[in-house]
């Protein structure tokens, strides 16, 4: 059974400070891996859908990177914002195309 | 591009009655689309996978009788939570997902559900 871990749960850093947000999963059979922002009370904003034969992904300030055989992702956000405060949530699609979520890291980025 | 939209946003019933939620893909067609609950400070669970025109799969857990879920044309579903309780009040999400693509859902912004 696939199972989706998140590293640190919750985050707290001065504006400004690069950061990485871990993700691990048990089964490396996946076929995409995702990462998505949650602002509270909303639903989820795509920020990097990584294919199982990719290797990182960039967007703006944010690079996911994949590494199947070992089961981990990351997520690097560049020169954090308070606007980047949120929960980043990190899922991967299994053969059966479901997508399984990790439990969310809780980002605040202070002023 | 790949716009859900969920209706309503928020919603307040008595316990013991019905209340349905919305879930339609905007601009592509969803042959399949799927419906997640999520409690406070927790993560998204999957409850329930619809295709277009054939019955739901549940996830193990999740009472069908209880969760009604209609997927009658291929922009929109909908979840019906019968004889509703205190206990299931939680924020509802549904995602979509086409026949194109790299397996990507796009999600909608949700429907929170308070039970009285």
């Known amino acids: 059974k696939q199972e989706v871990t998140q590293i640190p749960a919750a985050l707290s850093v001065p504006e400004g400070e690069n950061l990485v947000l871990n993700c691990s999963f048990t089964?490396?059979?996946?076929?995409?891996l995702q990462w998505f922002r949650q602002d509270p009370g909303k639903g989820l904003t795509s920020l990097l859908l990584i294919q199982s034969s990719q290797r990182e992904q960039t967007s703006g300030r944010l690079n996911a990177s994949l590494d199947k055989s070992s089961g981990r992702s990351t997520l690097y956000i560049a020169a954090s914002q308070p606007g980047d405060s949120a929960t980043y949530l990190c899922?991967?699609?299994?053969?059966?195309?479901?997508?399984?979520f990790g439990q969310g890291t809780e980002l605040s980025v202070k002023p | 591009g790949a716009v859900v939209s969920q209706h309503p946003s928020r919603v307040i019933c008595k316990s013991g009655t019905s209340v349905k939620i919305e879930c339609r893909s905007l601009?592509?067609?969803?042959?399949?689309m799927f419906w997640y609950r999520q409690f406070p400070k927790q993560s998204l669970m999957l409850m329930a996978t619809?295709?277009?025109?054939?019955?739901?799969?549940?996830e193990q857990g999740v009472e069908k009788d209880k969760f009604l879920i209609n997927h009658a044309s291929l922009t929109l579903s909908t979840l019906t939570v019968t004889s509703a309780h205190p206990e299931d009040s939680s924020f509802y999400i549904c995602?979509?997902?086409?026949?194109?693509?790299?397996?990507?859902?796009?999600f909608g912004p949700g429907t929170r559900l308070t039970v009285t």
């Open positions: 899922a991967v699609y299994n053969q059966g195309g479901k997508l399984i």
């Open positions: 619809s295709n277009e025109g054939s019955k739901a799969t549940y």
């Open positions: 089964d490396s059979a996946i076929y995409n």
């Open positions: 601009d592509f067609q969803a042959t399949t």
């Open positions: 995602s979509a997902r086409s026949d194109r693509g790299a397996y990507e859902q796009y």
